[in-house]
């Protein structure tokens, strides 16, 4: 029953969001000429962000799904559908909306007076100069948001099933249950201690779920999938942060003593304080390049296994590719679950060591 | 990489998730951990109640075991009283009837012994009447004449000593 609704949902919400789509004639601007195969192009375009979610070609046209553009420009909020680039990725097609034109140049928009003066160097996301602030719900944002609601469905569906059964669990409730326990019994408990685990489970039952589904998407080759949001270092460092900030903030007497006041001779105290600062600070950079590089790993080996019939230009490497994607994606599928709980386990044991009482 | 603006996805990741978060501890976390915590005591504490009942029928079997021994010990001793009241008994019977018949006999033997006597001390007066009466009749045939008589009286008093 609960299944039945959740779909419901699901085709609710895919029903609400149909006027979005359109179908939009590839903008022959190149002109006809066949144009060599380029795997770093098709990998870069694949684990990377877009403002539209492509779903496929069909006659030499891109159909896709367009997601909002939003710009915080001098004007203010500009919002428009990113199919108005027709999409030009090269900076050619202009757009005029809310008083500025702009030009999209690798998935990233430029004011175009400003961008016909940039030099090839300049033409970078991080050129705050030459463009408007970017707060587009890109492919990665819409993945984000359809995995919250899936999660959040699925929770809440199992949070009610619980009030009406104080029995033993049924159905969803009794597939989740051992995961939750998990985190619990086996993340939680042990590396934060039976007395603290409460006040943090939410915390790492929701980061959980939320990497592991997310991990999930990125392996699920079409539309409404397929985004690479788990191996996008934006997203992991926002989350590596947000376990920076707990631990941090939850930290005691006994962590702040151990990092102003290490217990080595006080002649080592010049060294020794910028060192434990820095420890501070490397513990959530490594969870945030350990999910970012072990995700997009797997996406980058599994493009180009594909791209390896491309490149020779012959079906007869189809199967060998075939084999070895249906091998890595079998080994994703492991890597998507572990990352989860990896980065689950270090936020709880980063945590469990800036609340732990002294035991010198 | 087309790693777009960064600000797009920092700004999204950063509103979403702390919503979703929010939204998942309150709808979620909160009454699906408070559930599972639930019945793991309820679970915890049914054991706990199971574990305290065996024990209790474990005492109960134990005094059970107590009193059917202590029954057991009872009776045993209860018939080992009765088996030595009985051979008391039987044993004294033995005695009084012992005792009984010796006095009996000792009884008998007196009565006898005195009938004897009797019988003794009757015969010698019967014997004693019968000679006398012989000794009459001897007397009144012999002393039909004097000469006679006196012969007779002489012969027999040198004759016969009265036993």
Same mark, same amino acid.
């Given at each position: ?12 919400? =895919? ?25 770093? +192009? ?69 004011? /175009? ?6 030099? !090839? ?44 059964? +104080? ?5 969803? !409730? ?13 993340? !939680? ?46 997203? /992991? ?9 707990? #631990? ?29 600062? =820095? ?21 980058? =080996? ?11 230009? #012959? ?10 994607? *249906?091998?890595?994606?079998? *080994? ?11 980065? /689950? ?10 609340? !732990?009482?002294?035991?010198? | 990489? &087309? ?14 998730? @702390? ?23 309820? @679970? &915890?504490? $049914? ?16 005094? %059970? ?19 030595? @009241? ?6 004294? $019977? ?8 010796? &006095?009996?006999?000792?009884? $008998?033997?007196? $009565? ?32 039909? %004449? ?18």
């Amino acid at each position: 029953m609960i299944a039945k609704k959740s779909i419901k949902c699901l085709v609710t919400v =895919i029903l609400a969001v149909l006027p979005f789509f359109s179908f939009a004639q590839h903008g022959n601007e190149h002109g006809e000429e066949e144009t060599e195969f380029n795997a770093n +192009d098709l990998i870069n375009g694949h684990i990377g962000d877009s403002h539209e979610f492509h779903m496929f070609d069909y006659d030499g046209e891109a159909y896709s799904f367009y997601l909002p553009v939003i710009l915080w420009t001098d004007n203010g909020l500009t919002i428009f559908s990113s199919k108005a680039f027709h999409h030009d990725n090269s900076g050619h097609h202009v757009v005029e909306k809310g008083g500025h034109s702009f030009v999209r140049d690798t998935e990233v928009i430029y004011y /175009t007076d400003k961008y016909e003066t940039l030099t !090839a160097d300049d033409k970078n996301a991080f050129n705050f100069d030459a463009r408007p602030l970017d707060f587009s719900i890109t492919k990665n944002v819409f993945s984000m948001i359809l995995s919250a609601i899936i999660l959040f469905l699925l929770f809440s569906a199992v949070a009610r099933s619980y009030k009406k059964n +104080d029995k033993a669990p049924k159905g969803l !409730a009794s597939f989740m249950e051992p995961l939750i326990t998990f985190v619990r019994d086996d993340i !939680a408990i042990p590396n934060i201690g039976e007395h603290k685990y409460a006040k943090f489970m939410p915390y790492l039952l929701t980061i959980f779920f939320f990497i592991w589904i997310n991990n999930l998407i990125g392996l699920v080759p079409f539309f409404p999938f397929s985004s690479n949001l788990t191996g996008n270092i934006y997203f /992991t460092f926002v989350l590596a942060f947000i376990t920076f900030l707990v #631990t941090t903030f939850s930290g005691n007497k006994t962590y702040w003593k151990h990092i102003l006041m290490p217990p080595v001779p006080k002649a080592l105290y010049p060294i020794m304080i910028p060192i434990e600062f =820095i420890g501070m600070l490397t513990k959530p950079f490594a969870l945030m390049i350990r999910l970012f590089a072990n995700i997009t790993a797997g996406h980058i =080996i599994i493009l180009s296994l594909v791209s390896l019939i491309f490149i020779f230009k #012959t079906p007869a490497i189809a199967p060998v590719s075939g084999f070895f994607v *249906l091998f890595m994606s079998a *080994l994703e599928l492991l890597v998507a679950a572990l990352q989860a709980y990896v980065f /689950t386990l270090l936020s709880a044991l980063f945590i469990g060591q800036a609340v !732990a009482e002294d035991h010198h | 990489m &087309n790693l777009i603006a960064p600000e797009s996805l920092v700004f999204w990741t950063t509103a979403i998730f @702390i919503i979703f978060f929010f939204l998942l501890k309150k709808f979620a976390w909160k009454p699906i951990l408070g559930a599972v915590k639930g019945r793991e005591d309820s @679970i &915890n504490k $049914a054991l706990m109640s199971a574990e305290e009942a065996r024990r209790e029928i474990q005492n109960l079997k134990a005094d %059970n075991e107590r009193i059917l021994h202590e029954a057991r010990a009872e009776r045993e001793d209860m018939l080992k009283d009765a088996r030595e @009241i009985k051979n008391k008994i039987i044993s004294d $019977a033995k005695d009084e009837a012992q005792k009984q018949s010796h &006095n009996m006999i000792e009884a $008998a033997k007196s $009565a006898i012994e005195s009938e004897k006597k009797s019988a003794m001390i009757e015969l010698k007066n019967h014997v004693a009447e019968l000679s006398l009466e012989i000794a009459e009749k001897v007397v009144r045939g012999e002393l039909s %004449n004097k000469d006679k008589q006196l012969e007779l009286v002489e012969s027999l008093l040198g004759k016969s000593s009265l036993n």
